[in-house]
């Protein structure tokens, strides 16, 4: 398979890069027989429809104030369609890409980011540095056609402490995007990401986030994820070190036609390791909600405590949400837990609010938006609140909320 014309884009001598083309010689799409890809549409996407983009635009000068207005910090990335057109601040935006790299999942589409990325972008953290301001990366996709790859790489040292948001938006535009983010947090360093992805109804985004947490050290991520036809993230947090945690959450409004596909492996490798992850979403119109998560310890891993939630609102009476968490234990001492529901929203609370007043199309607005302030309240990077809380609303009122299923 060589759907993107890899003579133009160099391998060089980059071990990962060779390998990543002989795995794709030849290879094809995955089928939704396989279990990792159950439930997903992914024998509909058309890899020939895309193509990586050369060149991009620069940004005006109103567009780059309205972005630091936005996001008012001195580290600031932009990048068009995968290529950096503006950089500020801490980030290297020219990293050697033979620097050293976490393991890889080894998928396909982690093999086209491998490939066709342009370098990537590096963060490096020294042991014991405390980087207040945040950390703010912005990819911006607006050209028709276009297969963007980006790739994010951070490396924070022993007793360090860094956050980080990366935003994926884009126009209404047919585009293809595959990030992969990984994170490396050091012993006793404290690692925040947030990642926000307001893509267009018609992009498909498939990515990869990857971490691995030394000795004591606390990694958090945060994902919101409202945009995209088919919008899936792998998130793996490999819990090396004794006494590491780890969290992982997410919220996510599914409507119209979206597919929203989420795979969380939570991989406890050191004893005393600690993770919760909670994911909370709804699904409207027509939409679907795929979660599927594993926690895993190892037989090294004894003292472990980890815990598993996966909540869904299903609103529209052709919505529909898939959610199937694992547990692959092989030691005795720990304590694990998984848990999901999927339903309509409650009956009490909205007959608790309309006792109160409320008409009954508002009180199902704001359960829903109270349903994700369990995960918005806890964001490691504070800004995000007054966004992803316009998103929510603007998503309820686009939607067919209204019409919900009755319980």
Not at 41 to 61: C, H, S
Not at 302 to 329: C, D, M, R
Not at 342 to 370: C, K, M, N, S, W
């Given at each position: 398979m060589d759907p993107f014309n890899s003579a133009t884009h160099s391998v060089g001598g980059h071990d990962r890069r060779a390998q990543a083309s002989q795995h794709l010689d030849g290879a094809s799409l995955p089928s939704w027989e396989l279990e990792e890809w159950r439930y997903s549409?992914?024998?509909?996407?058309?890899?020939?429809?895309?193509?990586?983009?050369?060149?991009?635009?620069?940004?005006?000068?109103d567009e780059l104030a309205a972005l630091q207005v936005r996001y008012s910090t001195p580290n600031l990335v932009v990048t068009r369609n995968?290529?950096?057109?503006?950089?500020?601040?801490?980030?290297?935006?020219?990293?050697?890409?033979?620097?050293?790299?976490?393991d890889a999942n080894g998928d396909l589409f982690g093999d086209m980011n491998e490939l066709f990325a342009p370098a990537p972008l590096r963060l490096t953290v020294k042991a014991g540095a405390m980087i207040e301001d945040d950390i703010v990366i912005v990819h911006l996709i607006d050209q028709d056609g276009a297969a963007v790859f980006t790739r994010l790489v951070v490396d924070a040292g022993d007793s360090s402490a860094v956050k980080i948001l990366e935003v994926f938006e884009s126009t209404d535009i047919d585009a293809l995007v595959v990030p992969q983010i990984e994170i490396s947090c050091g012993g006793s360093a404290n690692v925040g990401y947030v990642a926000q992805q307001q893509l267009g109804p018609r992009v498909w985004q498939v990515g990869s986030q990857i971490s691995e947490v030394g000795q004591q050290g606390t990694f958090r991520s945060s994902i919101a994820a409202f945009?995209?036809?088919?919008?899936?993230?792998?998130?793996?947090?490999?819990?090396?070190?004794?006494?590491?945690?780890?969290?992982?959450?997410?919220?996510?409004?599914?409507d119209s036609d979206q597919v929203l596909d989420f795979r969380t492996f939570q991989d406890h490798n050191a004893p005393n390791t600690t993770s919760n992850l909670l994911f909370k979403g709804v699904v409207d119109d027509a939409s679907r909600a795929i979660y599927t998560g594993l926690i895993r310890?190892?037989?090294?891993?004894?003292?472990?405590?980890?815990?598993?939630?996966?909540?869904?609102?299903?609103?529209?009476?052709?919505?529909?949400?898939?959610?199937?968490?694992?547990?692959?234990?092989?030691t005795n001492d720990v304590k694990c837990s998984h848990a999901?529901?999927?339903?309509?929203?409650?009956?009490?609370?909205?007959?608790?609010?309309?006792?109160?007043?409320?008409?009954?199309?508002?009180?199902?607005?704001?359960?829903?938006?109270?349903?994700?302030?369990?995960?918005?309240?806890?964001?490691?990077?504070?800004?995000?609140?007054?966004?992803?809380?316009?998103?929510?609303a603007q998503k309820l009122g686009s939607g067919t909320l209204g019409d919900v299923v009755p319980a």
């Open positions: 549409p992914i024998e509909d996407l058309e890899l020939e429809r895309y193509a990586v983009v050369d060149n991009a635009t620069p940004l005006a000068a995968g290529l950096v057109i503006h950089a500020q601040g801490v980030v290297e935006t020219d990293a050697s890409d033979d620097a050293a790299r976490l945009g995209g036809h088919y919008a899936r993230m792998r998130s793996d947090c490999r819990l090396q070190g004794r006494g590491a945690h780890g969290d992982l959450d997410a919220i996510y409004f599914g310890v190892s037989e090294d891993a004894p003292g472990t405590v980890a815990f598993q939630t996966n909540s869904n609102i299903k609103l529209g009476a052709e919505s529909w949400a898939e959610s199937v968490p694992n547990l692959e234990i092989e999901s529901t999927v339903g309509p929203i409650d009956e009490e609370q909205r007959f608790y609010l309309e006792t109160r007043g409320v008409p009954p199309h508002v009180a199902d607005q704001l359960i829903v938006a109270g349903f994700f302030d369990e995960v918005i309240a806890d964001l490691p990077i504070k800004t995000t609140e007054t966004s992803l809380r316009a998103a929510i």
